[in-house]
């Protein structure tokens, strides 16, 4: 069974402040573990992705994850949080990339000025 | 990049009608086409898994005769809420994928139910 939970429904930043929305994980087998981004009525956009390659992964728009299996964790960082960052942030698992996703309850990031 | 296209993006309609929500992916054959539910402030729930060609897989609790879903062609997936009512009324997201490919999302469909 797969699951993902992410620690704090809603986290706020001030512009130019570290991001970290946290996320773990429960796998009975090696996971793939994916960040999206969600934007005010829109479906999700992929962030970033982990398939077994490299532990810290890069994604687009300045956001990164690293991979920890001994504390199961996937959390999402960027080091200066911009205005267009603030989105419900959603981490999901799976046990292969095109197999079904469990997504977590998601994190609201809103950045202040 | 993959795209998945879904139609249309709001619709509001009375009580008892059924409605017909679209995803295509249009540069790429998907496979597999994935319908989610999600309520205000939650997350995304898995309704079906949809094959080309074949009977979709529901979750469970999920009404199949409520949700039809069809998946006619490697490029098209419709879902239909039948006799909706406002219990139904919810934001529905698709997603579309090859085999061994992270999955797409659709841009989702705000369904609203007077």
């Known amino acids: 069974a797969q699951s993902v939970t992410q620690l704090g429904s809603h986290v706020s930043v001030s512009e130019g402040a570290l991001v970290l929305l946290r996320c773990n994980y429960s796998?009975?087998?090696?996971?793939?573990l994916f960040w999206y981004v969600q934007y005010p009525n829109q479906g999700l956009q992929l962030l970033l992705k982990y398939t077994s390659a490299a532990t810290l992964v890069k994604g687009i728009n300045g956001f990164e994850a690293e991979f920890k299996k001994s504390e199961t964790s996937f959390h999402l960082t960027k080091p200066s949080a911009h205005m267009s960052d603030a989105a419900e942030y959603f981490c999901?698992?799976?046990?292969?990339?095109?197999?079904?996703?469990?997504f977590g309850t998601g994190t609201s990031l809103t950045v202040i000025p | 990049g993959a795209v998945v296209s879904q139609h249309p993006s709001r619709v509001i309609c009375k009580s008892g009608t059924s409605v017909k929500i679209e995803c295509r992916s249009l540069d790429f054959q998907a496979t597999t086409m994935f319908w989610y539910r999600q309520f205000p402030k939650q997350s995304l729930m898995l309704m079906a898994t949809?094959?080309?060609?074949?009977?979709?897989?529901?979750e469970q609790g999920v009404e199949k005769d409520k949700f039809l879903i069809n998946h006619a062609s490697l490029t098209l997936s419709t879902l239909t809420v039948t006799s909706a009512h406002p219990e139904d009324s919810s934001f529905y997201i698709c997603?579309?994928?090859?085999?061994?490919?992270?999955?797409?999302f659709g841009d989702g469909t705000r369904l609203s139910i007077l």
């Open positions: 997603s579309a994928r090859r085999p061994d490919q992270p999955q797409h």
């Open positions: 999901a698992v799976s046990e292969g990339s095109g197999n079904q996703f469990y």
């Open positions: 796998s009975s087998v090696p996971p793939y």
């Open positions: 949809s094959n080309e060609g074949s009977k979709a897989t529901y």
